[in-house]
């Protein structure tokens, strides 16, 4: 089974983390299929930057989110976007919202 998931990098104390795309059994700072994001928990407000139409193809082959990685997906709106796309709307329109999104996400920082 593929998961996508977090994977740890940063230093001693201060971490910092890969979104990434693993098979479940692989350790968790180990082998990898994709790196598809990242996000720095640190800044204020956290940093989360993400290749949305990356995610939306791992989440049609079957790839099940962590725990961490969907409540970050919620929080960002991600979820509900993906859930327009299943619904029939245009990805093409969904993914140009959500580059607006982050677009206005980085100004505030």
């Known amino acids: ?17 890969r979104i ?15 790196i598809i994001g990242n996000y720095n928990p640190r800044t204020e407000p956290f940093t989360f930057d993400v290749k949305e139409d990356r995610v939306y193809h791992w989440l049609r082959q079957g790839a ?4 961490s990685v969907a409540q970050l997906f919620r929080t960002v709106g991600l979820t509900e976007r993906y859930e327009r796309v299943k619904a029939g709307e245009a990805e093409e329109t969904v993914l140009e919202e959500a580059r607006k999104f982050y677009e206005n996400r980085k100004s505030k920082q």
Not at 20 to 33: H, N, Q
Not at 64 to 67: A, F, H
């Open 1 to 17: 089974m593929v998961k996508i998931r977090l994977r740890r990098t940063g230093l001693k104390n201060q971490p910092s983390y």
């Open 64 to 67: 099940q989110p962590s725990e």
């Open 20 to 34: 990434v795309v693993a098979e479940k059994e692989a350790p968790r700072d180990g082998r990898f299929l994709e």
